[in-house]
């Protein structure tokens, strides 16, 4: 069984910064394509930002250059450095793991073209908040 587990969400100030952790338990990393999604409520879940086995990153156009997505596989935890956040970053966050394709094609064809994969596994989300 294969759990992932979010935390790092909070409330902060926009032009703050947050660092989220996404802990990956009993996964064995055969297929690394993993990233970050985000739904704001009445809003379609969006992609944020994914990272491959080769440990190159696409990211969404609104988080580029603000966002920083990496990976510690001896901790199996993936983050995202988040900073000089904005109101409109205000969503719940999910973490997602083993998407297959997803990674290839979103570098090929721009994460934000991209639908958010059905597939794969998904942890239950943690709510960031930026107040202006």
């Known amino acids: 069984q294969v759990q992932l587990v979010e935390s790092g969400g909070g409330s902060v100030q926009a032009g703050g910064s947050l660092r989220l952790s996404c802990y990956i338990i009993g996964y064995a990393h055969t297929t690394s394509c993993m990233g970050w999604f985000r739904q704001a409520p009445g809003k379609e879940r969006e992609g944020v930002a994914v990272?491959?086995?080769?440990?190159?990153?696409t990211y969404a156009y609104s988080v580029k250059d603000r966002f920083t997505i990496f990976k510690d596989d001896a901790k199996n935890t993936m983050y995202p450095e988040m900073n000089s956040l904005k109101p409109e970053d205000t969503s719940i966050y999910y973490c997602?793991?083993?998407?297959?394709?997803?990674?290839?094609?979103?570098?090929?064809?721009?994460?934000?073209?991209?639908?958010?994969?059905?597939?794969?596994?998904w942890g239950q989300g943690t709510q960031v908040t930026v107040s202006s």
């Open positions: 997602a793991a083993d998407l297959g394709r997803y990674c290839y094609v979103a570098y090929l064809s721009s994460l934000s073209a991209q639908k958010p994969p059905d597939s794969g596994y």
């Open positions: 990272i491959d086995l080769d440990d190159t990153p």
